[in-house]
């Protein structure tokens, strides 16, 4: 049978370390959250946001702020040097509209990780902001979170084939190529086919779903349909890694049968990472410009 990794049990030793960490800070650390949505989840997770921060040590800041002001209210918490980190609760209008939005977020406050600034250096395999390396980049806290359990479940990335189902701006590709930067091969699908990432690109292949799954090491869902046909054990190959960081199951009941460990969920550990995100951005950022 698989072994079942807790996010949640991960995501509380993350939290220890953030939380000695920030308590020997001279200046507290606020968080802005900005709800634009009538969307029930968006508020679920704001609050989850502000139970964590409450949790380590961050002052949260929720703003709740009509859509069509929003913009303004992200340049106004940009300007305020009290302000170390802003996320925005998604979606808003749509993916081009939020895409705009997203970029109007200071990179030195974006604790997403979703402004094209770091998105640059992500897909350039760049880990650091600045030549002498004292300003670490920022990942994109899901794809950081899903890397972060992987380590829990004792797999490393390099040499292993990787399958990742979802090619997102915002989680998929972003994984995807993160995980190529540390020395896998992965395989993604998404509706548009299939692509191949390795550490020096990525490429359009014709390896189907069951040829890909036969093989894999890891195997990676964020499906959000719940007409995605699920992942089986017949598909996949003993002691396989398998992690769901859909809201929805991707994969059928009978997976523990075949995984050597399973993650059935994600969420605890990517707000998690926001908050080591905000940590790292006041590290590289605000300390120095304070000092």
Same mark, same amino acid.
């Given at each position: 049978?698989?072994?079942?990794?807790?996010?949640?049990?991960? &995501?509380?030793?993350?939290?220890?370390?953030?939380?000695?960490?920030?308590? /020997?800070?001279?200046?507290?650390?606020?968080?802005?959250?900005?709800?634009?949505?009538?969307?029930?989840?968006?508020?679920?997770?704001?609050?989850?946001?502000?139970?964590?921060?409450?949790?380590?040590?961050?002052?949260?800041?929720?703003?709740?702020?009509?859509?069509?002001?929003?913009?303004?209210?992200?340049?106004?918490?940009? &300007?305020?040097?009290?302000?170390?980190?802003?996320? &925005?609760?998604?979606?808003?209008?749509?993916?081009?509209?939020?895409?705009?939005?997203?970029?109007?977020?200071?990179?030195?406050?974006?604790?997403?990780?979703?402004?094209?600034?770091?998105?640059?250096?992500?897909?350039?395999? /760049?880990?650091?902001?600045?030549? /002498?390396?004292?300003?670490?980049?920022?990942?994109?806290?899901?794809?950081?979170?899903?890397?972060? %359990?992987?380590?829990?479940?004792?797999?490393?990335?390099?040499?292993?084939?990787?399958?990742?189902?979802?090619?997102? /701006?915002?989680?998929?590709?972003?994984?995807?190529?993160?995980?190529?930067?540390?020395?896998?091969?992965?395989?993604?699908?998404?509706?548009?086919?299939?692509?191949?990432?390795?550490?020096?690109?990525?490429?359009?292949?014709?390896?189907?779903?069951?040829?890909?799954?036969?093989?894999?090491?890891?195997?990676?869902?964020?499906?959000?349909?719940?007409?995605?046909?699920?992942?089986?054990?017949?598909? %996949?190959?003993?002691? =396989?890694?398998?992690?769901?960081?859909?809201?929805?199951?991707?994969?059928?009941?009978?997976?523990?049968?075949?995984?050597? =460990?399973?993650?059935?969920?994600?969420?605890?550990?990517?707000?998690?990472?926001?908050?080591?995100?905000?940590?790292?951005?006041?590290?590289?950022?605000?300390?120095?410009?304070?000092?």
């Amino acid at each position: 049978m698989a072994k079942i990794i807790d996010p949640s049990e991960v &995501a509380r030793k993350f939290r220890s370390e953030l939380r000695a960490q920030i308590a /020997e800070l001279s200046q507290p650390l606020t968080l802005v959250g900005f709800l634009s949505t009538d969307s029930a989840p968006s508020r679920t997770y704001a609050e989850y946001t502000r139970d964590a921060c409450t949790d380590v040590g961050i002052r949260f800041d929720l703003r709740e702020v009509d859509r069509f002001q929003l913009e303004d209210a992200i340049e106004v918490a940009n &300007a305020d040097p009290a302000v170390h980190g802003i996320m &925005a609760y998604y979606p808003i209008f749509g993916v081009e509209r939020d895409r705009y939005l997203k970029d109007l977020v200071d990179p030195g406050k974006d604790v997403e990780g979703l402004t094209t600034h770091w998105a640059h250096k992500l897909y350039r395999n /760049e880990r650091f902001a600045d030549a /002498e390396k004292t300003k670490r980049a920022i990942l994109p806290c899901t794809p950081l979170a899903i890397l972060k %359990l992987l380590t829990a479940a004792d797999c490393d990335p390099a040499g292993k084939k990787v399958v990742v189902f979802n090619r997102s /701006e915002v989680v998929g590709r972003p994984l995807a190529r993160m995980l190529a930067n540390d020395g896998a091969e992965v395989v993604s699908f998404d509706v548009d086919g299939a692509l191949r990432f390795d550490a020096a690109r990525e490429v359009e292949t014709t390896t189907t779903r069951g040829e890909a799954l036969a093989t894999a090491d890891v195997v990676i869902t964020g499906v959000p349909s719940r007409n995605f046909p699920l992942v089986s054990a017949r598909e %996949l190959r003993a002691g =396989v890694v398998c992690v769901n960081f859909s809201t929805l199951k991707n994969f059928a009941d009978d997976i523990g049968e075949v995984a050597g =460990v399973f993650v059935p969920r994600v969420g605890p550990m990517t707000v998690t990472m926001a908050l080591r995100n905000v940590l790292r951005l006041f590290e590289g950022y605000h300390r120095r410009a304070a000092s």
